[in-house]
Protein backbone atom coordinates (compact mmCIF):
# COMPACT_ATOMS: atom_id res chain seq x y z
CA UNK A 1 0.00 0.00 0.00
CA UNK A 2 1.56 3.41 -0.73
CA UNK A 3 2.53 5.57 2.25
CA UNK A 4 2.44 9.36 2.71
CA UNK A 5 4.78 10.58 5.49
CA UNK A 6 4.58 14.48 6.44
CA UNK A 7 8.27 15.63 7.52
CA UNK A 8 7.93 18.65 9.64
CA UNK A 9 10.91 21.16 11.02
CA UNK A 10 10.77 24.53 12.73
CA UNK A 11 13.66 26.62 11.38
CA UNK A 12 16.11 28.52 13.95
CA UNK A 13 15.39 31.69 12.38
CA UNK A 14 12.08 32.17 10.27
CA UNK A 15 12.31 32.00 6.32
CA UNK A 16 11.72 34.24 3.55
CA UNK A 17 10.12 32.40 0.83
CA UNK A 18 13.06 33.25 -1.38
CA UNK A 19 15.85 31.50 1.07
CA UNK A 20 13.44 29.02 1.86
CA UNK A 21 13.01 27.87 -2.34
CA UNK A 22 16.42 28.55 -2.47
CA UNK A 23 17.53 25.90 0.13
CA UNK A 24 14.61 23.47 -1.26
CA UNK A 25 15.83 23.76 -4.83
CA UNK A 26 19.92 23.21 -3.49
CA UNK A 27 18.21 19.60 -1.76
CA UNK A 28 15.88 18.85 -4.91
CA UNK A 29 18.40 16.85 -6.89
CA UNK A 30 18.89 14.61 -3.74
CA UNK A 31 15.69 12.91 -4.40
CA UNK A 32 15.97 12.21 -7.54
CA UNK A 33 15.90 8.35 -8.52
CA UNK A 34 14.91 7.49 -5.21
CA UNK A 35 13.77 3.74 -5.03
CA UNK A 36 9.96 4.12 -4.18
CA UNK A 37 9.29 7.65 -3.87
CA UNK A 38 6.83 8.71 -6.00
CA UNK A 39 6.67 12.22 -5.57
CA UNK A 40 7.84 15.19 -3.20
CA UNK A 41 6.06 18.45 -2.45
CA UNK A 42 7.97 20.75 -0.24
CA UNK A 43 6.28 22.72 2.75
CA UNK A 44 6.65 26.19 4.28
CA UNK A 45 4.80 27.88 6.48
CA UNK A 46 3.43 31.65 5.78
CA UNK A 47 5.24 32.71 8.78
CA UNK A 48 8.42 31.27 7.55
CA UNK A 49 9.25 29.26 11.30
CA UNK A 50 8.61 25.39 9.75
CA UNK A 51 9.08 23.77 6.94
CA UNK A 52 9.01 20.45 5.48
CA UNK A 53 7.46 18.04 3.00
CA UNK A 54 5.23 15.95 1.85
CA UNK A 55 6.42 12.81 0.37
CA UNK A 56 4.54 10.02 -1.11
CA UNK A 57 5.96 6.40 -1.30
CA UNK A 58 5.10 3.09 -2.53
CA UNK A 59 5.77 1.35 0.79
CA UNK A 60 6.77 2.02 4.08
CA UNK A 61 9.83 0.28 3.47
CA UNK A 62 11.03 2.73 1.01
CA UNK A 63 10.11 5.55 3.56
CA UNK A 64 12.58 3.77 6.11
CA UNK A 65 15.25 3.23 3.55
CA UNK A 66 15.64 7.30 3.01
CA UNK A 67 14.81 8.45 6.85
CA UNK A 68 17.80 7.09 8.16
CA UNK A 69 20.43 8.46 10.25
CA UNK A 70 21.83 10.02 7.51
CA UNK A 71 19.12 11.46 6.35
CA UNK A 72 18.80 13.14 9.72
CA UNK A 73 21.64 14.35 9.77
CA UNK A 74 21.87 16.42 6.38
CA UNK A 75 18.38 18.09 7.75
CA UNK A 76 20.22 18.91 11.06
CA UNK A 77 23.27 20.28 9.05
CA UNK A 78 21.40 21.81 5.65
CA UNK A 79 18.47 23.66 7.96
CA UNK A 80 19.36 23.86 11.70
CA UNK A 81 16.13 21.65 12.43
CA UNK A 82 15.60 18.23 13.57
CA UNK A 83 12.91 16.62 11.94
CA UNK A 84 9.76 15.05 13.07
CA UNK A 85 8.06 12.28 10.72
CA UNK A 86 4.11 10.93 10.72
CA UNK A 87 3.55 8.29 8.20
CA UNK A 88 -0.01 7.36 6.59
CA UNK A 89 -1.39 4.70 4.80
CA UNK A 90 -3.13 6.08 1.07
CA UNK A 91 -5.39 3.88 0.44
CA UNK A 92 -6.76 5.70 -2.23
CA UNK A 93 -5.26 8.55 -4.42
CA UNK A 94 -6.81 10.97 -6.82
CA UNK A 95 -4.66 12.36 -9.29
CA UNK A 96 -6.00 15.18 -11.46
CA UNK A 97 -2.74 15.34 -13.58
CA UNK A 98 -3.41 11.39 -14.64
CA UNK A 99 -6.71 11.71 -15.24
CA UNK A 100 -7.21 8.56 -12.90
CA UNK A 101 -8.10 7.37 -9.46
CA UNK A 102 -6.07 4.62 -7.81
CA UNK A 103 -6.43 2.27 -4.76
CA UNK A 104 -4.36 0.13 -2.78
CA UNK A 105 -4.40 -3.89 -4.02
Known amino acids: MAVTAIVRFTFPEPKSPEAAKAAFEASAPLYRGVRGLVRKYYLLSEDGR ?47 DAGAISTAA
Do not use: K, Q
Not at 72 to 90: K, M, N, T, V
Open 50 to 96: TGGGVYLFDSREDADRLYDDAWRAGIRERLGAEPSIEYFESPVIVDN
